[in-house]
């Protein structure tokens, strides 16, 4: 069975520039998520998606990140635009159902110079 | 707010001896705790889990151990290995919602 995959799996890009990360569940996962990761700290959750729902956006930056899952399926988060502090890596999860075991994927680590 | 801590930045141990990883959480509503193991360029994957009934669960090499009244986990891994070096990751939910995860602690097993 294939794992999460995201790419690209590193961005480096300049202040304000916006950038897009991708994220493809495994097959058959109807729950999808989005976390941030900073340096030395553990993941936090940014969204939930219950196959192309957004069912738990509260700690979605929303004035500069927008994500979506069209058809229940892929997904991408974009930042725009993007800032220094936006440096860090975002992962990419999926379980079965909404509370399963996540699975995550590599990450992209992202670099705003 | 850090409703799942981890005071350990970091932990070195002996190859053949026992690790001990720590974790605290603040709410009581958790009734489900995860460790994640972490190697280097690659994302979380889970090791085991525990539910709130218990206060054991092990699974070959690990056991994780739960005091609700202290609101305290531990990860026992015996006897630790070189290939067990990577960041472990603490996590809780309560009633199947998200996940909250500590802040991680880096092993590292010296051959």
């Known amino acids: 069975e294939a794992g999460v995959v995201q790419s690209p799996r590193y961005k480096i890009i300049e202040k304000k520039q916006p950038v897009a990360f991708w994220c493809n569940p495994i097959?058959?996962?109807?729950?999808l998520y989005w976390y941030l990761q900073n340096l030395g700290q553990g993941p936090e959750l940014l969204i939930r998606y219950e196959n192309e729902e957004a069912v738990d956006d509260s700690q979605l930056p929303k004035d500069r990140f927008s994500a979506e899952r069209l058809k229940g399926v892929d997904s991408t988060l974009k930042i725009q635009p993007a800032e220094l502090g936006d440096s860090a890596v975002y992962l990419c999860?999926?379980?079965?159902?909404?509370?399963?075991?996540?699975?995550f994927g590599p990450g992209t680590r992202l670099t705003v110079t | 707010d850090q409703q799942v801590k981890q005071n350990s930045p970091s932990l070195s141990v002996q190859e053949g001896r026992i690790s001990i990883l720590n974790c605290d959480y603040t709410n009581s509503m958790f009734d489900y705790f995860l460790w994640y193991k972490k190697y280097p360029a690659e994302g979380p994957t889970f090791l085991i889990s525990?539910?709130?009934?218990?206060d054991k669960n092990e699974d070959g090499r690990f056991t994780v151990f739960l005091n609700k009244s202290a609101k305290h986990l531990s990860l026992h891994i015996v006897p630790s290995q070189p290939g067990d070096s990577a960041v472990y990751f603490c996590a809780a939910s309560a009633d199947n919602n998200d996940m909250r995860f500590g802040a991680g602690t880096r092993l590292t097993v010296k051959p």
């Open positions: 525990i539910s709130s009934i218990k």
């Open positions: 097959s058959g996962h109807n729950t």
């Open positions: 999860a999926s379980s079965r159902t909404s509370g399963g075991l996540q699975y």
